[in-house]
């Protein structure tokens, strides 16, 4: 259900000229990105007032902003780690408060009556389901990164689910007694879910031929239970890859014969110098 790289070269060659003006007239792409939040923000509170034709060219204005702000950023050279970060942390409240946003509107459908009583719960608890997913859907290609690991897979992106927050809504409101609508929430908490589970799978995959190899390795090293960093103590779980493998590096014990000392610590400089010759994961402005 992505868009193909046709349709997206087509609205990047659409948008150019104006990310061009906007370059000109010293906008940044953080600047874009705070506007667009807010206007998400804004859409969010309507979507909860009941007004769902306002509320979706609101919301559709937030979706030009998610365009424009990387176009401006690699047109004009300023892509950043922090704007990454910026981005995807505001992508997240954006998320959060459309979604919160409709989920107030089926709460209150017993004084507005716009959509069948019997569907109010329902749509509410598909909704809760659903910012859970979206954030999930972040959080584990993040964690994925951390660790060194790809995780751009999952079969609705954000752009097209901006998309269907909004036009959707925009030009149909709640046509055919809110079920357009509540068939949309529906869909968007799905594919979250199912989002989540190929990342999860397609981490489980790049990882699965690690754990062998070390599993390999159990019976002539043993490693200490934990290692201490410059905040405590840490365990396995709580470290990125790389520094997995400059942990493991700087604690294996080689053991000898049986009854003789334990011996050959490897130096802890062997293990940074390793671990500095591994590359930081890519950043961009995608969920």
Known sequence: MALSDTARSGLQRVIAPVADFLIRRGISPNQITTVGTVSTVIGGGIYAAGHIHVAGWVVGLSALCDLLDGAVARRSGKTSVFGAFYDSTLDRVADGVVLGGLMIFFARNAVHQAIPFYMSTPMQSVLILGIIGSFLTSYTRARAESLGIDAQVGILPRPER???LSAPQAFFGLALDGWVLMGICLLLTVTAWITVVQRI??????????????????????????????????????????????AAIDREVRVGAPGSPLADIAPPTEAAARASRVESPPFDRAP
């Open 201 to 246: 799978a397609h981490v489980y995959r790049c990882t699965e031929g690690v754990e062998a190899g070390r599993g390999a390795r159990a019976g002539t090293t043993k490693p200490i239970a934990s290692v201490k960093s410059g905040t405590g103590d840490q365990r396995d779980g709580d470290l990125p890859l790389a520094e997995l493998d400059a």
């Open 162 to 164: 901006v998309f269907l």
